[in-house]
């Protein structure tokens, strides 16, 4: 708290009002690192606490202030672990890949290095990208049903489509729509777009040239006597950082399969079988899963999602749809088939949280920094990896409780 005492007169001015808590660079012409600080000191000031490890952060708050947060005053360190290489083989990653697991979770490393070993020794990952398109719901309020409806006929029409796409085009330069389609519910319409986004997620990028799109289509449809305007340009039909169905049967970002044979004998190893895993999984994750009303039909993924986005500089919210995902096992000839669909990983290897100097450090120790990938094969490739991971984690998972070793795990680990 000693830096406190230096800004005394500053802190008078902050609790009078005189200066603004968040425009600190601007009133007193100070880099975002040092009003980091004075904020950071300000508070401790006020409220009678210490912050030192929050405001002495390994982070350039001059490259993240407004592009990754607002109003600074630190960050939070979480322990970052190495879970292992896995061996992936897919239409974009192809090789062994360096894993990074950020967590506050005991166990969570440990258990997935086990799964990812099995995986490997087994001969590996083969996965596949389905489907890429992050997606955004425009939502356009008209006067009537018969004005909706002259709208949404066009929207869905193959002329629609174009018009749209050649003014989606007009406003980003490394994005290209894929498909629209629109919804109506009586005298408002869902008009839904996709869209490919390079190296990025993209989700501002298609937010931005979505209602520029729209705001274009309905300027037209002025000129012929329809009145209308966006209400939102995100109606909630995208879907974004909730469950929806649309995005488990549409996807939204990356869809992603892949699948794994474990052998008899590293099973047993671990005292299971395939017969048990299958059993397990069919009764927890598909039976269980669906008595409950849940769309994740898996034992643990956002475990998995949550550790690597936050590792490698994703949007962490978007585990919620990203989660949603099948997992299926079956025993053949005394091996265990296993193979996981993800819908909506929702995910980048350039801009938002990936340039941050740790998490961007982290991309590039895979090889998939995305600085000046226009083809996005960099965000694909960590797609592919990223299911990779969430099979090798539910098959641990699996493993352990099919031979009822899992209290006994998280104890041997808590102990130590």
Not at 23 to 40: C, F, M, Q, Y
Request: glycine content about 10%.
């Amino acid at each position: 708290m000693r830096d406190s005492y230096k800004y005394q007169e500053l802190f008078k001015k902050l609790d009078n009002g005189d200066v603004k808590l968040y425009n600190i660079e601007a009133d007193l012409g100070v880099d975002s690192n040092e009003a980091t600080l004075i904020r950071a000191s300000y508070l401790e000031s006020k409220f009678h606490a210490s912050l030192d490890h929050i405001k002495n952060p390994n982070v350039d708050f001059s490259k993240a202030i407004n592009s990754n947060i607002e109003n600074s005053v630190g960050a939070i360190t979480l322990p970052l672990g190495y879970a292992g290489a896995i061996k992936v083989s897919g239409l974009y990653a192809s090789g062994e890949y360096p894993i990074l697991i950020a967590t506050t979770e005991g166990k969570l490393v440990a258990g997935l290095s086990r799964g990812i070993s099995t995986i490997s020794k087994s001969g590996g990952v083969s996965t596949r990208v389905l489907s890429d398109g992050m997606a955004r719901d425009v939502m356009v309020s008209t006067e009537s049903v018969n004005d909706a409806f002259e709208i949404y006929q066009f929207v869905n029409s193959r002329e629609g489509i174009d018009f749209l796409k050649s003014k989606f085009k007009e406003k980003t330069a490394h994005g290209d729509l894929l498909s629209v389609k629109c919804y109506q519910i009586g005298k408002i319409l869902h008009i839904r777009f996709k869209a490919f986004t390079g190296a990025a997620m993209g989700m501002n990028m298609v937010t931005i040239a979505a209602e520029y799109s729209s705001e274009q289509l309905l300027s037209m449809f002025e000129g012929k006597g329809i009145k209308a305007k966006i209400l939102s340009e995100s109606g909630n039909m995208c879907t974004d950082k909730k469950p929806s169905a649309i995005d488990f049967i549409e996807g939204r970002g990356v869809s992603v399969t892949a699948e794994a044979v474990i052998k008899k004998e590293l099973l047993e190893k671990a005292r299971s079988s395939a017969r048990d895993v299958e059993r397990l999984n069919r009764l927890k994750s598909l039976e269980g899963s669906a008595m409950a009303g849940s769309s994740g039909f898996n034992a643990q993924v956002a475990n998995i999602l949550a550790g690597m986005y936050a590792a490698y500089g994703q949007d962490i919210a978007q585990i919620v749809e990203g989660s949603q995902s099948i997992v299926e096992a079956e025993e053949s000839n005394g091996d265990l088939y296993i193979s996981i669909l993800l819908p909506s990983l929702e995910v980048g290897t350039y801009g938002g949280g990936t340039r941050l100097d740790a998490q961007k450090e982290a991309l590039k120790l895979l090889g998939l920094y995305g600085e000046g990938d226009l083809t996005g094969s960099s965000r694909l490739a960590f797609a592919e990896i990223v299911a990779s991971v969430a099979l090798a984690g539910e098959l641990n998972l699996l493993i352990i409780e099919s031979s009822h070793e899992l209290s006994k795990s998280h104890g041997e680990l808590n102990r130590k």
